[in-house]
């Protein structure tokens, strides 16, 4: 899931400079788990621009609309008929929704109003963690089902650094160390023989060092 978090109100504002024509535009797929930029999240923003627009005694219009996903063509067309009629489109989606809402409507300045954060998982209700980096090239196998690209804080491959103590990170002792948790997956599975065994070196360039990463399956094209 993409984990992200609401800009501040003050500087959507000031993306938004002299705009008071302003489709909010939320998503119903990752930001609304994360409670970021689905359909209460977008009501929450569009009243918080009515109220300071109307105590600043200025002229607007507010339209608040959510698709089912922002990062989907067939989704975005929907809103074809609205953007006319907006100066601003005032997306909360992750980027790449952004990104994609841009393109479908160049004419039309596509602001974001979500800091995308991270890939991660629900811990408990409201808590997210950080669980992978898309490098393109997973090897969760070989570590007890623990990435330590994203979750060692240096990205470590090939075993804790000295810094870790009592299961802990030493750049955050709420942190646990990965390379811990690693170790006492694999003992408890029985697999900690894997941990000896020599791996070659990553292969970084399934990663974002290539520049953008597209993937294509040719049985699903129409």
């Known amino acids: 899931m993409i984990v992200g978090n ?3 109100f003050g500087e959507i504002l000031e993306k938004l400079g002299t705009a008071r024509r302003v489709l909010v535009l939320g998503c119903n ?3 609304t788990v994360c409670g970021v930029g689905g359909e209460r999240e977008v009501g929450v923003l569009a009243s918080e621009l009515r109220l300071y627009w109307q105590k600043e005694g200025q002229d607007f219009a507010v339209k608040e609309h959510t698709l089912e996903r922002q990062c989907d063509y067939e989704y975005i067309d929907a809103i074809r008929p609205l953007t006319g009629e907006y100066d601003v489109i005032l997306s909360m989606a992750c980027g790449a929704g952004v990104q994609y809402v841009a393109e479908a409507y160049k004419p039309r300045l596509v602001i974001p ?3 995308t954060t991270f890939l991660g998982v629900t811990l408990e209700q409201g808590v997210w963690s950080e669980r992978c980096q898309g490098c393109g090239s997973c090897i969760v196998d070989m570590t007890g089902g623990v990435c330590p690209i994203a979750r060692c804080a240096k990205s ?3 075993g804790p650094c000295g810094g870790s103590s009592g299961g ?3 750049i ?3 942190t646990d160390c990965a390379w811990q948790l690693i ?5 408890e599975s029985g697999q900690m023989e894997r941990y000896e065994e020599i791996q070659p070196v990553k292969d970084w360039r399934t990663g974002r060092d290539g520049g953008p990463r597209k993937r294509v399956r040719e049985d699903l094209k129409l």
Not at 183 to 187: A, K, P, W
């Open 183 to 187: 170790v006492d997956r694999l003992t």
């Open 29 to 31: 797929e990752c930001v």
């Open 6 to 8: 609401r800009k501040e």
């Open 156 to 158: 470590l491959l090939n």
């Open 172 to 174: 955050d002792r709420d």
């Open 113 to 115: 109003a979500v800091n």
């Open 168 to 170: 802990k990170c030493e």
